[in-house]
């Protein structure tokens, strides 16, 4: 080496100071393993570019892509009961709860807000996947069945934006008892002659799957979305059959007619005001 590299080189890194560039600046698409820099993936909603896989996007995403300018009302959910069984396995259930809250600044695992879609009031409440796995608790049957209530009472459509592991362990027969609970704020929404749309995110498993997820008047997901109650693993031990290609996505759904269309995620605003549209027709004013 010359004394331009052993010596002027760190000389002027010194004097001019080493800067490293922030670690949240580029981001892989898991799919594809491609580098995405940190604003194109947020103008393309937390789609790949390269590849067109849909990233899992957080419940305030869900909220500020799917309102009219990003626009809405957030309403405050009951709160639950603080741990109800004191539960405790590799770590108390409080200090999960605790962390979750501090990691998302949410107080459970479901946002509910009001707003306009396309010009047409709305209901939205969407999961949280990041909190706690979306696990449904106590908190997110309280919160739907606020959301359903909002609904009626404003005489909006509920929309609900799906993203969950299924039950929360740690809240138990607690837990469990949501399931009829989200089937009960259906159906109070259904009995006001209202639309209430599911969109399907990745990932929709267990509980959610089994109650509320599947009792849209129209059921949507987003491509490439994993939709199923029991994993996969667990089917193909069960049944001693291997499991078809892209069984329990979207598509494989939508070509068995469990779902009833597979929405891009920059196309789901527009689809979702045209649904409440035709599904509200009859108690809208006709034009001149």
């Known amino acids: ?35 995405i820099f940190h604003r194109e993936l947020e103008a393309s909603r937390k789609v790949c570019p390269h590849c067109g896989h849909h990233m899992r996007a957080t419940a305030q995403d869900r909220l500020a892509w799917t309102f009219d300018d990003g626009a809405f009302t957030r309403i405050e959910l009951p709160k639950p009961v603080p741990d109800p069984l004191k539960f405790r396995d590799q770590k108390r259930y409080a200090d999960r709860l605790r962390d979750a809250r501090e990691a998302t600044r949410q ?103 089994a109650s509320f997820a599947m009792l849209g008047d129209i059921q949507l997901a987003e491509p490439g979305a994993l939709i199923g109650f029991a994993g996969a693993r667990v089917i193909e031990q069960t049944v001693r059959e291997k499991l078809p290609e892209g069984f329990q996505r979207a598509e494989y759904l939508l070509a068995h007619g469990i779902i009833d269309m597979v929405v891009k995620r920059a196309e789901l605003p527009a689809m979702l005001a045209r649904l409440i549209m035709l599904l509200t027709a009859n108690k809208q004013p006709i034009a001149a």
Not at 1 to 19: A, C, D, Q
């Open 1 to 35: 080496m010359s004394w331009l590299t052993e010596f002027v080189r760190p000389k002027i890194r010194t004097f001019l100071g080493r800067k490293e560039a922030p670690d949240h600046l580029w981001h892989q698409c898991p799919q594809c393993q491609q580098m």
């Open 107 to 209: 107080d459970d695992a479901l946002l509910v807000a009001h707003g306009n879609i396309g010009g047409n009031h709305a209901v939205v409440a969407a999961m949280s996947f990041e909190f706690m796995a979306g696990s449904m608790g106590g908190g997110v049957g309280d919160g739907l069945v606020a959301a359903a209530r909002l609904a009626v009472l404003q005489a909006a459509p509920l929309v609900v934006f799906t993203a969950s592991g299924g039950a929360r362990m740690q809240e138990g027969a607690v837990s469990l008892m949501q399931m009829p609970r989200s089937i009960i704020a259906t159906q109070m929404v259904r009995e006001a002659g209202l639309p209430f749309i599911v969109v399907l995110t990745d990932p929709t498993t267990g509980g959610v799957t």
